[in-house]
């Protein structure tokens, strides 16, 4: 892709590399502002026990580390409770999120 010269920054259009590679990009606009591109696959997660995500998604191999206490919640209140400082949730979130246990 070409890049789009806007003011003095230039712009790039991460839409097409988000999508391919999952991956939730920044898009640099005039004025200097960074605006959040949403994925929809990180809104459908929030529904679904961390279970549900380790049975579809991951190798069992994360079963070693994975918090008991968490293995029936919902993503959201992980979530919340790792915004909230809870160490064992830290760490749910870290392993549902690392690619390392993909299947």
């Given at each position: 892709?070409?890049?789009?010269?806007?003011?003095?920054?230039?712009?790039y259009?991460?839409?097409?590399?988000?999508?391919?590679s999952?991956?939730?990009?920044?898009?640099?606009?005039?004025?200097?502002?960074?605006?959040?591109?949403?994925?929809?696959?990180?809104?459908?997660?929030?529904?679904?026990?961390?279970?549900?995500?380790?049975?579809?998604?991951?190798?069992?191999?994360?079963?070693?580390?994975?918090?008991?206490?968490?293995?029936?919640?919902?993503?959201?209140?992980?979530?919340?409770?790792?915004?909230?400082?809870?160490?064992?949730?830290?760490?749910?979130?870290?392993?549902?999120?690392?690619?390392?246990?993909?299947?």
């Amino acid at each position: 892709m070409e890049p789009t010269p806007v003011g003095e920054a230039i712009m790039y259009d991460l839409t097409m590399s988000a999508a391919a590679s999952g991956w939730v990009g920044y898009q640099l606009l005039s004025e200097g502002e960074d605006v959040k591109k949403e994925e929809k696959v990180e809104k459908d997660d929030d529904e679904k026990t961390a279970q549900e995500i380790i049975s579809k998604e991951k190798r069992g191999s994360i079963n070693r580390k994975f918090p008991e206490q968490w293995r029936y919640k919902k993503m959201k209140e992980i979530k919340t409770a790792k915004r909230d400082g809870d160490r064992s949730a830290i760490q749910a979130y870290k392993l549902l999120k690392d690619n390392r246990f993909n299947k």
